[in-house]
């Protein structure tokens, strides 16, 4: 069973990720999704009265939560009307603060993906969960992937893959994604960026490592000598105009080597564009 993780906070995010999700699940054998909505009070609010000087009470809580749980059927209801009638969708409240509640929801339901939306612009703040983007994608134990807002579904045809040709055998994380029967099989762009040029377009070795690692992948590879990384990324990007951008996992990943802010101006100026973290 395949099964995708979508949180949700009912923002204009929210909602453009649950149609994403609709599209996606059809053209990759999903057979279920789980909406998970974080109600997470703090202490604070409990026992603190806000700027308004209002506290809240027991019965305020319970009142809120009955309203959540309303909107989250609400949001199941118009999802399965977008999906495949034997798609099963459940739901999940959790109390939890948002990324406690999505590591506990993986480690119960063993997803294979989170699915999260972005906000369009990095000085949006529609979304709180867009605010969590970092702290999902870096400690999240399964693939997660990261839709900017307004971003409509796309069949995923092709891929760029940036690799640091440093270290390539990162790319057999792309392995569990081989199977077209399973979740995508792109064509794949391998783009590695070198001001340096230490890996060379002749080098025969890495050549022959590229065609074992990406086995049953139609692939091409590219080279970028920008200094920057980001940039060189997402001007090839612009040019060669892929549905999809995937992060390999660990330190090598232009993803993990970037901080808060240039990841959210990454994911602001790639709005197009959904980016695919590997785990």
């Known amino acids: 069973m395949k099964t995708l993780l979508v949180p949700v906070d009912f923002s204009e995010s929210t909602e453009n990720v649950i149609k994403y999700a609709a599209g996606f699940s059809c053209d990759t054998h999903v057979d279920r999704i789980i909406l998970l909505k974080s109600y997470?009070?703090?202490?604070?609010a409990q026992l603190l009265p806000s700027a308004d000087f209002v506290q809240m009470s027991a019965d305020d809580i319970n009142a809120e939560r009955q309203k959540v749980e309303a909107s989250l059927k609400?949001?199941?209801?118009?999802?399965?009307?977008?999906?495949?009638?034997?798609?099963?969708?459940?739901?999940?409240?959790?109390?939890l603060p948002l990324v406690r509640a999505i590591h506990n929801v993986i480690a119960e339901e063993k997803p294979n993906l989170v699915l999260i939306g972005s906000d369009e612009l990095p000085y949006e703040n529609d979304s709180y969960i867009g605010e969590q983007i970092i702290a999902i994608?870096?400690?999240?134990?399964?693939?997660?992937?990261?839709?900017?807002?307004?971003?409509?579904?796309?069949?995923?045809?092709?891929?760029?893959?940036?690799?640091?040709?440093?270290?390539?055998?990162?790319?057999?994380?792309?392995?569990?994604?081989?199977?077209?029967?399973?979740?995508?099989?792109?064509?794949?762009?391998v783009l590695n960026v070198d001001s340096k040029q230490k890996h060379r377009e002749d080098d025969q070795q890495l050549a022959d490592g590229l065609v074992s690692l990406l086995d049953g992948y139609d692939f091409k590879v590219y080279h970028s000598d920008d200094k920057d990384i980001v940039h060189g990324i997402f001007s090839f990007a612009r040019q060669h105009d892929p549905q999809m951008i995937i992060a390999l996992p660990g330190k090598y990943s232009f993803?993990?080597?970037?901080?808060?802010?240039?990841?959210?101006?990454?994911?602001?100026?790639?709005?197009?564009?959904?980016?695919?973290?590997?785990?």
């Open 40 to 44: 997470y009070v703090s202490v604070y």
């Open 74 to 95: 609400h949001l199941s209801a118009e999802l399965y009307r977008k999906c495949m009638p034997t798609i099963k969708i459940d739901t999940a409240l959790s109390d």
């Open 137 to 189: 994608g870096k400690t999240s134990p399964v693939p997660v992937l990261i839709v900017p807002g307004h971003v409509h579904y796309q069949k995923i045809e092709t891929a760029l893959v940036p690799c640091d040709f440093g270290a390539i055998s990162r790319l057999s994380a792309l392995q569990n994604f081989r199977d077209p029967k399973k979740w995508l099989h792109p064509q794949l762009m």
């Open 255 to 279: 993803f993990y080597n970037l901080t808060h802010r240039n990841i959210t101006k990454a994911l602001a100026l790639n709005a197009r564009r959904p980016v695919l973290i590997l785990k």
